[in-house]
Nanobody, 115 residues
Framework: QVQLVESGGGLVQAGGSLRLSCAGS????????VGWGRQAPGKQRELVAT???????NYGDSVKGRFTISRDNAKNTVFLQMNSLKPEDTAVYYC?????????WGQGTQVTVSS
């Protein structure tokens, strides 16, 4: 059974930073694409950052240059370092993992950026 458990969300002022963590079980982060998505109130969920098994990263246009995704294979954990946060980054952030036949999502962690 795949489980993705996020941590690190919270309330931060605009311009501040947060680091999200996601610990996975039942799936190896080192051989699958993993990443982060977010969903703001009234909006669809969107992927904001992914990292492949080869270490290639991809970011949504709205977070490029501000967010950095990384992975610790030994701990089967993926991180999202979020800098220069803006109020529009406020959302529930979800950990994501992809296998060839299925996608998995965590329960989410709230990030709120105050202006």
């Amino acid at each position: 059974q795949v489980q993705l458990v996020e941590s690190g969300g919270g309330l931060v002022q605009a311009g501040g930073s947060l680091r999200l963590s996601c610990a996975g079980s039942g799936i190896s982060f080192s051989i699958n694409t993993v990443g982060w998505g977010r969903q703001a109130p009234g909006k669809q969920r969107e992927l904001v950052a992914t990292i492949t098994r080869d270490g290639n990263t991809n970011y949504g246009d709205s977070v490029k240059g501000r967010f950095t995704i990384s992975r610790d294979n030994a701990k089967n954990t993926v991180f999202l370092q979020m800098n220069s946060l803006k109020p529009e980054d406020t959302a529930v952030y979800y950990c994501y993992a992809r296998r060839p036949a299925a996608d998995y999502w965590g329960q989410g962690t709230q990030v709120t950026v105050s202006s």
